[in-house]
């Protein structure tokens, strides 16, 4: 039974069909006939075999190729992501410190590059005798025709600086000793190099071999093998100007490393450096204008605080109630504003990203303006410019009206010792804390002498008071006493 299946299962097919083309022939020798017919059928096999082998191996190559070609698709579909996101989260940096630190992670995520630098373009003090081009100045427009408007005035290409560097001032951790580092321009001195060529010809430039560059790549003061990359950060268009003036540089490399930087890596670069440029200028135009912000409201509130109004002023005739209103009124008004300034602008803790603390000020270099008004004013109100809480809670809760005269004169002493120039609210050395914390201590200042002189006019009608109650009391003791002998006498009569 076993054998006839294994018959069955093998030769069974080629044998039913040998012997049913056999009998359809019916050859003089059919057993050579079926041997033949045999060996035939063999060889179509072994070719069907074959053709189906090379079939199913075009259909494995066919399904490779997609798969590797959809691989390829996906990552670049995926790179594409990424730069985008880059681009996004570079888009939405707040601060330039982040900026710098998004533009350098994403490049060596996205690139080949195994290091990542930023420069910033800086005008450099020209050599003696030498001096800056000056910058042209666009040529008049035509006269327009009667009725026709004037043409507005024709925008400059943006100027690169003659004398000038490249200062590096961010890059990845492993490339931190870069910062502060300067390459000067040309003029300078410097011979050509390949970050000039970029900011002379305000494009990317691509260096696949360090070590074939020409102007020379120098690393270490020394040529290494690797890739180089760079390009310019460069401006938008302004009211007065064409976009491309340069701002600084992005540089990628691979020194020290088997990767090469490429066309692609280099149009990453070119993208990254586009949403960098934009963004900085954004935030150099933002950080304008929150100075602008704060220089007005430090000099309105120094000019404030430094006048006072007539309806303040005291007067040598004033009686205690008229001086304590003057004085309440200045409280409530001028020192009231330059605390609540205080408060708002200088807490203990940054209120945002871009805010001021009261840390600030004791960074103040000893002797400096700054820091002779931090200590005039720690003086004044009875604290220490060592202990920062103290002295923001002693200042948010100072009454001028309880001010001693040990405590004005000792501050005074400190913010303008003997020898030095006296400090008003017009000196140079002065940050945006240092005006807010001399606008209080100004006023203070100004108030402590009629403060002191209402306490003293208070004490003297105390005293006055006082006086009078004993004289009043002495009075009717007396009366009272002459009252008491009198009485005897009326009763003996």
Known sequence: MADAQYLQENVGDALTAALTSTAAAQPDDPVEYMAHWLLKYL????????????????????????????????????VVYKIQKIKDDIAACNTVEKLYSTVVEGLIETTSASNTYIALLEKKTPPEGEEEPPEPTPEPPAEPAEGEEAPPPAKLAPVIPKFAALKYVFANDQNDYVKGVELPSPALGKKPSVSWNAVESKQGVLVRNVMESDPPLV???????????????LSSETDTHVAGGVMGMICCDTLMSDTVLMERDQEILREVAAAASATYERLVTEAADRVKGEETLTSELLEEATTCPEDQKPADDDDVDKLEGKIEAAV???????????????????????GHEMAEISAYAEGSDGDRVVKALAALVGGTAGDLAELFELVQGFDVKVVQEAAVTASKAVLNP???????????????????????????????????????MKQAAEEARQAAEAERIAAEEKAAAEAAEAAPAAEGG
């Not at 090379?54 to 390829?72: D, F, G, N, R």
């Not at 270490?220 to 760079?230: E, K, N």
């Not at 005006?435 to 209080?440: C, P, Q, V």
């Open 43 to 78: 060889a179509v096999e072994e070719k069907k075999a074959k053709v189906k082998e090379a079939e199913a191996q075009m259909i494995a190559e066919k399904e490779a190729a997609e798969k590797a070609e959809t691989a390829k698709t996906d990552e670049q579909t995926q």
């Open 219 to 233: 690393f270490h003061d020394m040529p290494l093998p690797g890739s180089f990359a760079c390009h310019p950060l």
């Open 332 to 354: 409530a008004t001028r020192v009231g504003k330059c605390k609540t300034a205080l408060r708002e602008q200088l807490p203990m803790a940054k209120a945002s990203e871009h």
């Open 418 to 456: 003997e020898g030095a120039e006296e400090l008003t609210k017009a000196s140079g050395g002065f940050d945006f804390g240092a005006k807010l914390l001399f606008a209080l201590l100004s006023v203070l200042l100004e108030l402590s002498a009629p403060a002191m002189k209402l306490v003293g």
